[in-house]
């Protein structure tokens, strides 16, 4: 889940110091973030009629989206992790798959096949589902970490290698994937690799009164996911990604980022920090929410309010820190109360 601002002190520091906009900043430049901004909080306002009360998550998943990254959806069964996917996928007019995994899925399940045909005397490619411009990853963590290690290429490289021959995917590429807490029965933690691979994991966690009710009075008429009409397609996706990628990210943002992807790295209850690949998905998911905010650059805000979902899920605890019931999340909401936030962050 996005966490608010754990310090006081830090919340103020943020507010009273935020970044502004570059000098003479382009006319194009802003036009570009409010298509994002129009088109992007259009997809939020579709998925929220399926998802009741989860702004925010369905917010991270549609910058998740623009900053070309996958989604990790963690939780209980049974709190609308497939609703999510099938929700955004409905909403983007585009090419879309899911696959269900379990134990006794293969790699070659989910990338293709090599298949020899007979009349032709050559073998002939099938595409498996990761062909597509969203993959729906239903219950990621139920089948082996073999088959759970076919994403990799895919996810970080847009492209499959099978038999020697590599594929390109088609952009945009994203992996929504849910998985069960890895203390149920029947699941595989993901290997290390494939986590930092994900730009963000959320949990959607259990619906308030009102949102619940309201889904009672609903689902019994008819299923949220058949109004859904899409409201853009692939080639506009594509054209939202490079206006986010346009969006203006401060050098003293950029100190930012990398001090606290760095401070990861030196807690005493951390066996494993963030990567350098956390310091540019942090980085991409923040032009993402400015983008999504209408903004043609980034503050400190977006930094913060995205640091959480996407560094938690990278960091390996110590014992000692499980012992003391320390988790992730916190270890980031402390980092951002002690590093200092830049002021005047303009170029």
Known sequence: MLEPFSNPSQEACVTQHVGTAP??????????????SSVGNQIVGSINRVLLGKTEVVRLAVITLLAEGHLLIEDVPGVGKTSLAKALAKSVDATVSRVQFTPDLMPSDVTGVSIYDRQSGEFEFRPGPVFANILVADEINRA??????????????QQVTVDGTTYPLTRPFLVMATQNPVEMEGTYPLPEAQRDRFMARTA???????SEVAMLAGHDRVDP???????????????????????????????YIVELIIATRHVPEVRLGASPRAALHLARAAKAGAALDGRSYVVPDDIARLATPVLA?????????????????????????MIRVPRGANS
Not at 225 to 253: F, G, K, N, Y
């Open 313 to 337: 899920h990278r960091l390996l605890l110590t014992v000692e820190a499980h012992a003391a019931h320390r988790s992730e999340a916190d270890i980031v909401a402390g980092l951002l109360g």
């Open 144 to 157: 082996s970490p073999k088959t759970q290690s076919a994403l990799l290429e895919s996810m970080e490289e």
């Open 225 to 255: 996911l058949d109004s859904i009409v899409p409201v853009a397609d692939a080639d506009t996706v594509r054209r939202m990604i490079t206006a986010t990628s346009q969006v203006h990210l401060a050098p003293e943002l950029q100190q």
């Open 204 to 210: 959607i966690g259990y619906p308030d009164r009102r």
């Open 23 to 36: 000098q003479a900043t382009p006319r194009h430049a802003e036009s570009a973030a409010e298509l994002v």
